[in-house]
C-alpha cells in the first residue's frame, strides 16, 4: 500500500487545468496500489484552492505556506518540498513538466536521492506494483517505458494533455493540513513575473493549436490563422522557418528548439514537416496537414490532408466553423 502525491501547480489565484489532470491519474493510479491520492499546494493565501481538487479524487492536501513563496523560486519550492514529500513517504511523486516544473522538479530529484522519469505521456502501474512512465524518445519516433524499482518516492514529469480531466465528484471533500515552512536560503527572488500580451492559453497546454510556417509569407498573414483560433479556441504556433523568417515572435515557435505540445486538435499550415517541428508536436491526438505540395513529410503523420493553398482554405474553414459552432 502507498499514496500517490501530486504537486499542484496554480497561477493567478487559480489552479491549472493540468494539476486537474494530475488530479485524476494519481487517484487512478493509487487505487491501483492500494493507496490515496494527495496534493501539495505551495504559496501564499492559497487555501480556498485546496478544496478544488477534492472532486477529482485528491483525499489529502497540504499547504506549504511562505510569503517568501508568493512568486516561484527555485530553490525555495526544493528546500519547502524536500522535507514535506520526506514526513508524507510517498510511493510516487508527480508534476506537470511546465516550465516550473522542468526547473525544480529534477533538482528536488536529486536532493530527494530518487529517479526521475522525465516528459512522459503515460503512465500505469506494472505486475510488481511499480510505476511505468512512458515517454517519447528519438525526437518522437519511439516510446520508451521507464522503472524507477529501488528508490522512494518515483518522481515523474507529465506532459499537459496527457490524460485529459477526469470527471468531477459531486459533494467530494479532501483533508487540508496546513504547514508553515522554512525555505531557508533562496539565494535569488524573482521581483516580478511579467505576462506576455495574449490572454491565449499557453502553446504547452493548449487543447487546440494552428501554426504557420515559412508558407505565410509574412507576419501580418497570421491574422488568418488567428482568426480561425479564435472562433474555434484554439491557439496560434509557428514552425521555426516562420520564426526564423520573422513573422512570430520565438515564444510561439513549436518544435525541437521551441516548445513540445500535445494538444487533443493540431493544424499545421504550410508547414512541411522537418523532424525538428515534428519532434515538437508528434504526440498530438490528431493532426491535420495543410501544404500545397502533395510530398510534403507532414502528410506521413498527419491523420487528415489537405493539398492546396492556406490563403484558400483556412478562410474557408474559418467559415465552415462559424456556421457549424452558430457565430
Not at 500500500?1 to 489552479?15: P, R
Not at 513529410?297 to 492556406?310: C, M, N
Given at each position: 500500500?502507498?499514496?500517490?502525491?501530486?504537486?499542484?501547480?496554480?497561477?493567478?489565484?487559480?489552479?491549472k487545468k493540468t494539476s486537474l489532470e494530475l488530479a485524476?491519474?494519481?487517484?487512478?493510479?493509487?487505487?491501483?496500489?492500494?493507496?490515496?491520492?494527495?496534493?501539495?499546494?505551495?504559496?501564499?493565501?492559497?487555501?480556498?484552492?485546496?478544496?478544488?481538487?477534492?472532486?477529482?479524487?485528491?483525499?489529502?492536501?497540504?499547504?506549504?505556506?511562505?510569503?517568501k513563496l508568493e512568486k516561484y523560486n527555485t530553490l525555495g519550492y526544493v528546500n519547502a518540498l524536500a522535507g514535506i514529500v520526506k514526513e508524507l513517504n510517498p510511493d510516487i511523486f508527480l508534476a506537470t513538466a511546465s516550465p516550473a516544473g522542468k526547473d525544480f522538479f529534477p533538482r528536488l530529484a536529486a536532493r530527494l536521492d530518487t529517479g526521475l522519469a522525465s516528459d512522459a505521456v503515460d503512465l500505469k502501474i506494472d505486475g510488481d506494483g511499480k510505476l511505468l512512465a512512458t515517454r517519447p524518445i528519438y525526437s518522437g519516433k519511439a516510446l520508451v517505458d521507464l522503472k524507477i524499482p529501488n528508490s522512494k518516492p518515483q518522481m515523474a514529469l507529465i506532459r499537459p494533455n496527457s490524460f485529459g480531466v477526469g470527471a468531477a465528484q459531486a459533494g467530494a471533500t479532501a483533508e487540508v493540513v496546513k504547514?508553515?515552512?522554512?525555505?531557508?536560503?533562496?539565494?535569488?527572488?524573482?521581483?516580478?513575473?511579467?505576462?506576455?500580451?495574449?490572454?491565449?492559453?499557453?502553446?504547452?497546454?493548449?487543447?487546440?493549436?494552428?501554426?504557420?510556417?515559412?508558407?505565410?509569407?509574412?507576419?501580418?498573414?497570421?491574422?488568418?490563422?488567428?482568426?480561425?483560433?479564435?472562433?474555434?479556441?484554439?491557439?496560434?504556433?509557428?514552425?521555426?522557418?516562420?520564426?526564423?523568417?520573422g513573422y512570430a515572435p520565438h515564444e510561439m515557435q513549436v518544435g525541437q528548439t521551441g516548445k513540445v505540445v500535445n494538444p487533443k486538435l493540431y493544424m499545421a499550415f504550410g508547414i512541411s514537416g522537418a523532424i525538428q517541428h515534428l519532434a515538437g508536436m508528434r504526440t498530438s491526438k490528431v493532426i491535420?496537414?495543410?501544404?500545397?505540395?502533395?510530398?510534403?513529410?507532414?502528410?506521413?503523420?498527419?491523420?487528415?490532408?489537405?493539398?492546396?493553398?492556406?490563403?484558400?482554405?483556412?478562410p474557408l474553414l474559418t467559415a465552415e466553423f462559424k456556421k457549424v459552432l452558430g457565430e
Open positions: 500500500m502507498g499514496n500517490v502525491l501530486i504537486f499542484a501547480e496554480h497561477q493567478d489565484g487559480k489552479l485524476s491519474k494519481a487517484s487512478e493510479l493509487a487505487g491501483k496500489i492500494g493507496g490515496i491520492a494527495e496534493a501539495v499546494l505551495i504559496g501564499n493565501n492559497i487555501d480556498a484552492l485546496a478544496n478544488e481538487l477534492a472532486p477529482y479524487g485528491i483525499k489529502k492536501v497540504t499547504v506549504v505556506h511562505s510569503p504547514k508553515d515552512v522554512d525555505v531557508g536560503d533562496m539565494k535569488a527572488e524573482m521581483k516580478e513575473f511579467v505576462k506576455g500580451a495574449s490572454d491565449k492559453v499557453d502553446l504547452t497546454e493548449a487543447e487546440i493549436i494552428v501554426s504557420g510556417g515559412r508558407a505565410m509569407k509574412e507576419a501580418a498573414n497570421f491574422k488568418i490563422l488567428q482568426d480561425l483560433a479564435d472562433v474555434i479556441g484554439a491557439t496560434v504556433g509557428a514552425s521555426r522557418a516562420a520564426v526564423d523568417s491535420v496537414a495543410v501544404n500545397k505540395d502533395p510530398e510534403a513529410p507532414i502528410f506521413q503523420k498527419a491523420d487528415y490532408g489537405i493539398v492546396g493553398d492556406l490563403f484558400e482554405i483556412v
